[in-house]
């Protein structure tokens, strides 16, 4: 039963003093599934292109929506980072709450063109891929904590002084 979903509006910007690059993206549809009744569960897709306003590179990310018959894996998130010609650098893997990895390319070229009226896949070579974030294990009687992670445990926690 029933969905809700959450299309966010507006872009959000992250800057980094350092170094100067200044980032943009916008976010991904959310959907919250089984509202009224059933196991809720959340989703998220769509495409996002973050783009990096001093260098003008770019990663395009897709989100693929989750769907009973695909056999593809649940949450899945690929991309591909390039510079601000368009040449692509690295492709980008994995799912939205488990992990990310990125894999330098080193070759590519164009796929075969087997189904009508359908442009030809780029095909990449790459290195073995390198893991850019992973899910950290929740902690013990997680389930009595709303399962939140260690993270968000700690952030509401008094400091000394």
Same mark, same amino acid.
């Given at each position: @039963?029933k969905y809700?979903s959450? &299309?966010?509006?507006?872009a959000? *910007?992250l800057?980094? *003093?350092? +170094?100067?690059n200044h980032?943009i993206?916008?976010k991904?549809?959310s959907?919250?599934h089984?509202i009224?009744? @059933?196991?809720?569960?959340?989703?998220q897709?769509g495409?996002?292109?973050?783009?990096? $306003?001093?260098?003008k590179d770019?990663c395009?990310?897709k989100f693929?929506p989750y769907?009973?018959f695909?056999?593809?894996v649940?949450?899945k998130?690929?991309?591909?980072?390039m510079? #601000?010609e368009?040449? #692509? *650098?690295?492709? &980008?893997? @994995?799912?939205?709450?488990e992990k &990310?990895? $990125?894999?330098?390319?080193?070759q +590519?070229?164009?796929g075969s063109? +087997?189904?009508?009226?359908?442009?030809?896949?780029?095909?990449?070579?790459?290195?073995?891929?390198?893991?850019?974030w992973?899910k950290y294990?929740l902690?013990?009687n997680a389930?009595? &904590?709303?399962?939140? +992670?260690?993270? #968000?445990?700690?952030?509401n926690e008094m400091?000394? @002084?």
């Open positions: @039963g809700l959450i &299309m966010p509006l507006g959000i *910007h800057e980094f *003093h350092s +170094s100067g980032y993206w916008r991904v549809t959907t919250v089984n009224i009744v @059933g196991k809720l569960w959340i989703d897709s495409d996002i292109e973050i783009i990096n $306003c001093k260098s770019k395009q990310l693929s769907s009973y695909s056999r593809d649940p949450r998130v690929t991309g591909v980072v510079d #601000a368009g040449k #692509a *650098h690295y492709v &980008m893997s @994995g799912t939205w709450d &990310m990895e $990125c894999s330098k390319i080193v +590519s070229s164009m063109t +087997s189904t009508e009226g359908k442009l030809p896949k780029t095909v990449y070579q790459t290195l073995s891929p390198r893991v850019l992973k294990p902690p013990e389930e009595n &904590m709303y399962y939140f +992670s260690s993270l #968000a445990l700690t952030l400091e000394d @002084g």
